[in-house]
């Protein structure tokens, strides 16, 4: 940990040589986004399908956006809310889609980052450990970017929704986050349970408030309420079969919900593809009692996260507590999922970020922690680089591995007056 601390310290003395790295990154990771999206004959970008989905949209086509495939057999599984959204932009040349998609992607990332700071008391000195966890979890922002995939906005929903519940702007807190969900359920949708456990009604209502503009109302302005509810019912049946035993028989299992391919880290694909070998096998004999496993499995953690949850009644907690519990939701929902594409673990960044937050000399179980973020940090990025290791769910593994390390060791750190000063009130 030293030796990252001072190389870190190192490019961060010298500013000119840390941002000409990653300047050099960032543009390299641009012109393959640019060449692999747009430019080469397969548009490896998840862009094309939301592009898709938005023309039919633009064209007065919107029942048929779930009905869309793209020229790699890819569907629409989004809202109506994303297509609607886009629809406006459906029409510019795709290079110029792909390169604005990139720069959002990237200009999230840093507003994640920056926000990062707000999360601890501890000043310019929590600059490294926030650098740091955005390296452990480069290979999977990397992914997400040059893919035009929502990562890092998802990311940054994230941290903009515990910026403004620390900065007591509930109202908004609520929005943005109806918002987040709105634009993609996973995994931002846990944290409806967060507020719901803290009895914070108004982030509550305020969220719903925002689900019936964003889901229902906006929408229905542009492609009428019939088509739009109906789409919604469309969408809310693709999710719930999802999870279903019977999901081999939507079109969807080849490219979403088979649990055999190794992108698939949730909990309940990786028990399945421990127990049968192949999808003809699982096909030829289904079982819910896997599932069943990790329903149960998923309910005891949040039983445990709803027992280590900060009291109401308490004195505000500190900022670093906060945001460690505020982690466990997202991080939640990509194990307990029954989908979880490799790529949506962005949200990890937070949950690394909690351990190195929760570390310190005044924290009794910090040495526990840096054994176990090293560990997990070991499993996911060795998942993500040797395919095999992948199928055995590594990267699953190493994230509820760390969310157990950062459950445990919550009550470890002692509150402070800085974190009580910037806490929100009960």
């Known amino acids: 940990m030293l030796i990252f601390q ?20 960032f543009y ?51 809202s109506p809310f994303l297509a609607v959204t886009l629809a406006p932009v459906s029409h510019l040349p795709f290079v110029i889609l792909v390169i604005a998609n990139y720069l959002l992607a990237l200009a999230c990332l840093f507003a994640t980052l920056f926000l990062s700071r707000t999360f601890t008391s501890e000043g310019p000195e929590a600059t490294w450990k926030i650098v740091f966890a955005a390296i452990l979890c480069l290979p999977v922002i990397l992914n997400t970017l040059t893919r035009g995939q929502l990562g890092t906005v998802m990311l940054f929903f994230q941290a903009i929704v515990l910026f403004c519940y620390m900065r007591n702007l509930k109202v908004l807190a609520g929005v943005l986050l109806a918002l987040a969900v709105s634009l993609k359920t996973s995994p931002l949708a846990a ?15 305020a969220a719903a408030a925002g689900f019936a503009v964003f889901l229902i109302l906006y929408p229905s302005l542009s492609i009428g309420f019939r088509t739009n509810w109906n789409l919604l019912m469309i969408w809310k049946g693709l999710m719930a079969e999802g999870s279903s035993i019977q999901a081999y028989k939507n079109y969807l299992w080849p490219e979403l ?10 909990f309940y694909a990786v028990l399945i593809r421990l127990v049968w070998r192949s999808d003809s096998d699982f096909i030829a004999h289904p079982s819910n009692w896997v599932r069943w496993i990790s329903m149960a499995a998923g309910a005891v953690a949040m039983a445990l996260i709803f027992l280590k949850r900060s009291r109401p009644d308490r004195r505000a907690v500190s900022p670093e507590k906060l945001m460690a519990e505020f982690s466990l939701y997202p991080a939640w929902m990509l194990v307990f999922s029954p989908v979880t594409q490799i790529h949506h673990y962005t949200s990890l960044y937070f949950l690394f970020l909690a351990a190195l937050f929760l570390s310190g000399k005044e924290n009794p179980r910090s040495r526990f922690l840096t054994v176990g973020r090293a560990f997990s940090a070991v499993l996911f990025l060795l998942g993500l680089i040797i395919d095999p290791l992948a199928y055995l769910g590594l990267p699953m593994w190493g994230t509820l591995a760390l969310g157990g390390i950062v459950l445990f060791c919550l009550d470890g750190k002692q509150d402070g007056r800085a974190g009580r000063a910037q806490s929100p009130g009960p």
């Open 191 to 205: 944290l409806l349970f967060f507020f719901l456990f803290q009895k914070e009604w108004k982030v509550l209502l």
């Open 6 to 25: 001072r190389i870190i310290g190192f490019f961060l003395r010298k500013k000119w040589l840390g941002w000409l790295l990653v300047f050099a990154l």
């Open 28 to 78: 390299g990771t641009c012109i393959s986004t640019v060449y692999r999206g747009a430019i080469g004959h397969k548009q490896r970008t998840d862009l094309t399908v939301y592009v898709k989905a938005a023309e039919m949209v633009r064209i007065g086509n919107p029942g048929h956006i779930y009905g869309i495939e793209t020229d790699r057999h890819w569907h629409y599984v989004y």
């Open 257 to 266: 919900f088979t649990p055999f391919a190794g992108d698939n880290q949730s």
